[in-house]
């Protein structure tokens, strides 16, 4: 059975820093890509942060760039997201993601609350 289960949110100031972290385990721990993602209330998903297995070919999304650092320990089966000098606009639900490419994610999280208060 594939699960990812993410952890690390929370309530933070704008300005502030946050860590999330995902577990990965079954199948979802051998996925080529794993990313995340995040979706505030009344807009679509948006892409946040990607990273492959090996850890190369990393990908941001434009609104996080500079801010925010996606990283890997496969050995782990555990990817990171440490967000800096958050905005409250990154205010939303953060979800890991985890499949065998780019434009293919199998696996979901059940998804972690980011409140940025300004």
């Known amino acids: 059975q594939a699960q990812l289960v993410e952890s690390g949110g929370g309530l933070v100031q704008a300005g502030g820093s946050l860590r999330l972290s995902c577990a990965a385990s079954g199948r979802a721990s051998s996925s080529y890509v794993m990313g995340w993602f995040r979706q505030a209330p009344g807009k679509e998903r948006e892409f946040v942060a990607s990273i492959r297995r090996t850890g190369g070919l990393i990908y941001y999304g434009d609104s996080v760039k500079g801010r925010f650092t996606i990283s890997r320990d496969s050995a782990k089966n555990t990817v990171n997201l440490q967000m800096n000098s958050l905005k409250p606009e990154d205010t939303a639900v953060y979800f890991c993601?985890?499949?065998?490419?780019?434009?293919?994610?199998?696996?979901w999280g059940q998804g972690t609350q980011v409140t940025v208060s300004s």
């Open positions: 993601a985890a499949g065998p490419t780019m434009a293919q994610f199998d696996y």
